[in-house]
Each structure stands twice: as structure tokens, then as C-alpha cells.
């Protein structure tokens, strides 16, 4: 064993509650709902707003879905599309889909015709399930195309009780009749009290096929498996000490790997409730945080910076959000020390894929990461329990680099997808013998801690020297008046690229401050080369819907 990483050093920074290595079991992520279900029935499954359902509830709706699922001749092996915003219908749906031994394909609300015939077509879905309001918002003839057969629509109100006030987010959501579907609430009346025949899943059956671009081409149907979101649900419930008191608030989308594990499998697996509330506002999430007592999430960075900006986070009581998680891209140190700063609360690093089920390096509860004096980078955590994690040569990814030099992260694991749908080549070349190779940029310590610098596509290279927008980044946050800041290489004659931030200030410094100011901080703390010699203020840093910032986009936009 002479590799480095074979060796796992990161193992001694497990708490002692962490074993090296989990154990490998046949759950499902269905069968950890199901045991949930019939370990606490009464037990609340979802706040919706400030609606209790239970698990019985969630599991009788299920049921009887998926009794109204068979009758519509879908089986084992199909595949369904859910298209819906964070309601409790997703998790209903999900679940009716998985008892039938169907596969779920989530799909971003926002996504028009275009986008959902491909979508359609690639999966080969025969049944779209999606609420009205989106519904009437397309024109349905782009079915034709495709081979779904039926379309399930749903109101956002549905589950809602009719004597409960409506909240803010909801009150301009109105029920519509959509020509040519069926009802959601007609069919769970229909089949009331029905089930249907155990399809006895196994931990290598799909259960999810969500799509993700990774870094070039067309969307790819990653495959998750019920044994991947089992497995890291345990992986989340053993680094983030989860029990039966703990409450999950729904920050993420659940068509995104994030809502779908750090979200429903967690609160699945400890039989404990998530928090929906129709889409993500930052006034609503610290009003349930406060409501409903919740102490975990992980969500996005721009998740947190939208919080600890708003109005209320003074006002509201969250000190049991002890558990709060960032995800899905590179965390300041600023932000986490402003996060703290103003809430009391210490803010957790995790990193993942959607090709790695959420996390591969968390950092423990408890643990606090260690910033890299080299880039200043904090660091993303540790590998999860049972797998190994190396950084190959950018050049030569089959040339292992040692502790501390800079290269791409490579995966491995029970955490793994199988591959991508029906694409062979795709998933030759991203995983290779088991190990996910994921196109990001980073490094490990001596003590086994990672750190992500920066997306291979998105180095800048200036006059001949390297540099990563996080690097910049990193810098522009130290600044009091900044909000959120993107960094991108555009066009120079002279250089070839030059270093240019987007930054978004805080509103009430948006006429304090000037583009040479920006500069001139950043100047004087990092290298000639690395300072941004262009800034732009804007209303805010365009993202994904989850929160993910879009270099891309505003690489575009200065090329044009």
C-alpha cells in the first residue's frame, strides 16, 4: 500500500461516534421509508407550512397512488417524471413510484417545452406528474413527441387543510382545471385503501435518474441507486450525530440530489420530519426554523448569504439550527465567519456530486475545517466513511499526486453511480475502473482534509499564469459591503484573458462603494496577476435554481 490515499490518513479526524467503514447492508431507500412508517406512524413525516402530516399519512397516500399508478399500466422498470415544486406531493409521488418498482425522474420546475421534450424522450417516461400551475403554463401538444401517455396534475393547496390560513408564498397559487389530465386528489379517492405487490427491490435497482450537465454536452441521466441513497443517508446520519429529535428544513430542491438525499432519504431513514414550504424564501425559511424547532439543512452557500441578509435574522429565534450544512460549491471562510458572526452558528462545509449521491467529503459535526494557508481555501471535510478519495494530475490523471499538490479529485466508493442512462461512453469516460472522475480542482493535507480550488473549465489564464476565480473570490468576501461575487476570465488583447468580478453589494452599501475601490483592496492582499482588473456591479450573481452561481453565463454574456 504505497499510496498515500490508500492509506485513508483522513480517518483521524473521524469523531470517535464515526466507524472507519460502514456496513454494507440491503436496504432500500423505499425499505427506510417503509420501517419509518411502521416504526412511527404517528410521527410527523412533513411540515408543510404549518400542516403536520404523518408518516402513516405519507404511506397510505403512497399506497394508494401507486395502486392508481398500476391501473394506468405502469410497472417495475418504468420510469416517472415528477415536475413539481418542494409540496408534499413530490414525496408522495416518489414513494407511489418506488412501490411499483418505478424510477423517479425529477425534473427542475422551471424547465419549458424545449427542455422537457428531451428530457421526455431520453428517459422514455410514460407518465408526467406535475402541478397545474406548471401545466398550464406549457402547451401539453409537446407530448406527442415523447412517449408519456398520461399527465397527473396537482395543486400546491391540495394537501393543504381548507380552515388553515393561506400563507404568503401560496396565496396567489389558485386551483386549475387542466383538459385532458387526471386529478391527483380524484385518483387517491379512487384507490383509497389499494396497494400493490412488493417489487422487491434490491440496493442495485434506480431509483432516482436525475440529470445533471456535468461538463460538456447534452443533460445525462445520472443513476441512482437505492443502495447509493441508502448508503448516504446512513453516511449523513452517522457525521451529523441525526436522532429521532432532530428536523430537516427543506432549503433545497427536491428534484436536485441534495433534496432528494440530504432532504427526504436522511429524514426517511431516522423516521424524523422535513420541512416544505412550496419554494425556497428567505423571511419563510427562518420562520419555520423558528416554528417547527429545526436544527439541520444543507443547502447552497447563497442559501445562507440570503438569510443572514434578511431582515428577520435578528428577530427570529434559530438557535437549534446547530446542523446547517453548505453544499454544491466552495464556501468562504468570510462567509462562514459573517454566518457566525450574526447567528451564533458555526456554518458546515460538504461537498458531492450528483454522481456521488450527495456527500463524498463532509466535515463531522462538531469538527471545525481547517483553512489552507497556501490558497486560503476552507476546507470541504474529509472523505465519507468506507471509500477513498485521491488527486490525479491534470495533465496524467493516471499519475496520483502527493499530499498538498494541486490536481483533480478523483472518487470511489460505495457512493458511486453505476453510470449514466443509456450512455455508455459518457459513463466510460467519467468513471473509469470506479473511480468518478469529477472534474474539479483540489488538494489534500497531510491530515487527510480536502479543498477544492476551482472547476477545471473555469481556470483563467492571464499572460501565462494560472489562475482560479475561488482564489479571487475568496478575497473580494473579505470586503464589508460585498454580497455575493462571481469571478469569470473574459477577453483581453493584451493578456489574453483578464480577471473580471460581478460583485452584488449589500443594500444598504450599494452607493459606498466604487469599482477601483474593489480593486485596489484586492491588490493589495493577492499577487500583480491575480487581481481583477474589471468590475461590474450587479443586482445579483445569476444562479441555478439551486443556488449554484453561473460562471458560465457570464462568461457568455462578455463574449458575445
Request: negative net charge; contains cysteine.
Amino acid at each position: 500500500m504505497n499510496s498515500i490515499y490508500e492509506k485513508r490518513p483522513w480517518l483521524k479526524n473521524y469523531p470517535a461516534r464515526v466507524p472507519n467503514d460502514l456496513e454494507i447492508t440491503s436496504a432500500t431507500a423505499l425499505g427506510d421509508f417503509r420501517l419509518s412508517a411502521i416504526r412511527r406512524p404517528e410521527a410527523a413525516a412533513v411540515y408543510y407550512f404549518d400542516h403536520v402530516i404523518t408518516y402513516g399519512e405519507v404511506d397510505g397516500l403512497s399506497d394508494s397512488l401507486s395502486a392508481a399508478f398500476v391501473d394506468l399500466g405502469l410497472g417495475k422498470g418504468d420510469r416517472i417524471i415528477v415536475d413539481l415544486q418542494n409540496v408534499p406531493q413530490f414525496i408522495i409521488a416518489t414513494y407511489a413510484a418506488w412501490k411499483i418498482g418505478a424510477l423517479v425522474v425529477p425534473l427542475n420546475p422551471m424547465y419549458k417545452e424545449k427542455e422537457l421534450v428531451f428530457l421526455c424522450k431520453d428517459s422514455g417516461a410514460r407518465l408526467l406528474f406535475t402541478l397545474d400551475e406548471i401545466a398550464a403554463g406549457l402547451d401539453l401538444s409537446f407530448l406527442k413527441q415523447t412517449r408519456i401517455q398520461k399527465v397527473i396534475t396537482t395543486s400546491a393547496l391540495d394537501l393543504f387543510p381548507p380552515n388553515m390560513k393561506l400563507p404568503t408564498l401560496l396565496q396567489g397559487v389558485k386551483k386549475t382545471p387542466i383538459h385532458g389530465t387526471l386529478n391527483m386528489l380524484e385518483l387517491l379517492e379512487s384507490y383509497k385503501n389499494n396497494d400493490v405487490a412488493d417489487p422487491r427491490l434490491t440496493p442495485d435497482d434506480v431509483a432516482y435518474l436525475t440529470y445533471t450537465s456535468g461538463t460538456t454536452g447534452p443533460p445525462k441521466g445520472a443513476m441512482n441507486t437505492h443502495g447509493n441513497i441508502a448508503f448516504n443517508a446512513r453516511v449523513y446520519k452517522t457525521m451529523q450525530c441525526i436522532d429521532d429529535n432532530d428536523v430537516v428544513v427543506g432549503v433545497a430542491p427536491l428534484f436536485h440530489v441534495t433534496g432528494e438525499v440530504a432532504h427526504l432519504a436522511i429524514a426517511a431513514l431516522a423516521g424524523i420530519p422535513v420541512i416544505l414550504y412550496y419554494r425556497f424564501d428567505a423571511g419563510e425559511t427562518l420562520r419555520l426554523i423558528e416554528r417547527w424547532k429545526a436544527t439541520m439543512s444543507v443547502g447552497s452557500i447563497t442559501v445562507y448569504i440570503a438569510l443572514m441578509n434578511h431582515p428577520d435574522i435578528k428577530r427570529r429565534d434559530i438557535s437549534s439550527f446547530v446542523k446547517a450544512y453548505s453544499g454544491g460549491a466552495p464556501v468562504s471562510e468570510a462567509i462562514v465567519n459573517q454566518f457566525q458572526e450574526i447567528t451564533g452558528l458555526y456554518l458546515y462545509n460538504v461537498y458531492g456530486m450528483t454522481e456521488t449521491n450527495s456527500p463524498s467529503h463532509i466535515v463531522p459535526w462538531g469538527k471545525r475545517a481547517p483553512v489552507d494557508p497556501e490558497s486560503g481555501a476552507l476546507s470541504v471535510g474529509v472523505p465519507v466513511p468506507n471509500c477513498v478519495m485521491k488527486i490525479v494530475d491534470l495533465e496524467d490523471d493516471a499519475k496520483e499526486l502527493p499530499a498538498g499538490e494541486v490536481g483533480e479529485i478523483v472518487d470511489s466508493g460505495p457512493i458511486i453511480i453505476p453510470g449514466y442512462w443509456q450512455k455508455p461512453e459518457e459513463t466510460k469516460h467519467a468513471i473509469r475502473d470506479g473511480w468518478l472522475y469529477t472534474g474539479d480542482v483540489g488538494k489534500m493535507d497531510e491530515d487527510g482534509w480536502f479543498y477544492v480550488v476551482d472547476r477545471k473549465k473555469d481556470l483563467i489564464v492571464a499572460s501565462g499564469y494560472k489562475i482560479w476565480p475561488r482564489d479571487v473570490e475568496d478575497v473580494i468576501y473579505q470586503h464589508p459591503a460585498v454580497k455575493e461575487t462571481a469571478v469569470v476570465g473574459v477577453p483581453d488583447p493584451y493578456r489574453g484573458e483578464t480577471v473580471k468580478a460581478f460583485i452584488a453589494l449589500k443594500e444598504a452599501m450599494q452607493n459606498s462603494v466604487t469599482a477601483e475601490e474593489i480593486m485596489s483592496f484586492c491588490k493589495r492582499r493577492m499577487a500583480a496577476y491575480k487581481y481583477p482588473r474589471q468590475v461590474e456591479f450587479v443586482s445579483e450573481i445569476p444562479k441555478t435554481l439551486t443556488g449554484k452561481f453561473l460562471r458560465r453565463s457570464l462568461r457568455e454574456k462578455e463574449n458575445l
